[in-house]
């Protein structure tokens, strides 16, 4: 996995930028490749929606509808983050999505609280395996997609390498408890998302 590789490559380059002349940092003793999967699924879950690309297409996923006008949508397999999800009588697609311990997941219950087609509410619920959607008389999927990732591979979104390289470089670090190294990456990291 190419992907992989630059970001190994990317963390080690961040930790040289920390510590440019210290040979005594001793990095074989920690696997940064432990690191990084934990880094990006960080990654994934701070950024915009927008920063994660088209992400996976799962509108053809098995779902249930109710009579009124609710409905389940089983989600892939290690899904991490909703990116968008439209029923086809909404007037709009939900960018994002709730989760089921959002204080707003209780008011779907009440009609005229919950969520309509013209405001869509969607919440990831059952631990990320399934999604709820409610106010959709048809029950017809017209898109849904979806970043899903179990460990980084070349489908991880390029603009998001820096930024996982820096989060990695701030886990090694943190690992080693060097508290000024990882306040530099957290700063980096800060800068990094403010771009996107």
């Known amino acids: 996995m190419a992907k992989r590789a630059d970001i190994i490559r990317k963390t080690f380059s961040r930790i040289d930028e920390i510590y ?11 696997n940064i490749e432990n690191f990084i999967d ?34 389940t949508v089983a989600l892939p397999q290690h899904f991490l983050r909703l990116i968008s999800f439209q029923m086809s009588d909404w007037s ?13 997941y209780r008011q779907q219950n009440n009609p005229v609280l ?22 959709s008389a048809t029950g017809d999927i017209k898109a849904a997609r979806c970043f899903a990732m179990e460990k980084v591979g070349d489908d991880y979104p390029d603009r998001l390498e820096d ?9 090694v670090l943190s690992a080693m408890n060097d508290i ?10 800060k800068d990094l998302l403010q771009l996107l």
Request: with cysteine.
């Open 20 to 30: 440019p002349d210290d040979d005594s940092l001793n990095m074989s003793a920690f």
């Open 38 to 71: 934990d880094a990006a699924r960080w990654v994934v879950m701070t950024v915009p929606v927008h920063a994660l690309g088209q992400g996976e297409d799962f509108s053809a996923a098995t779902h249930t509808h109710n009579d009124n006008g609710s409905g």
């Open 92 to 104: 709009l697609p939900l960018i994002g999505g709730l989760y089921q311990d959002d204080a707003r």
């Open 114 to 135: 919950r969520g309509t087609p013209y405001r869509p509410v969607v919440f990831v619920c059952d631990g990320g395996h399934t999604i709820e959607y409610y106010t």
């Open 163 to 171: 930024i996982t390289a820096w989060k990695t470089a701030e886990l």
């Open 180 to 189: 000024n190294a990882v306040q530099i990456c957290q700063n980096n990291i």
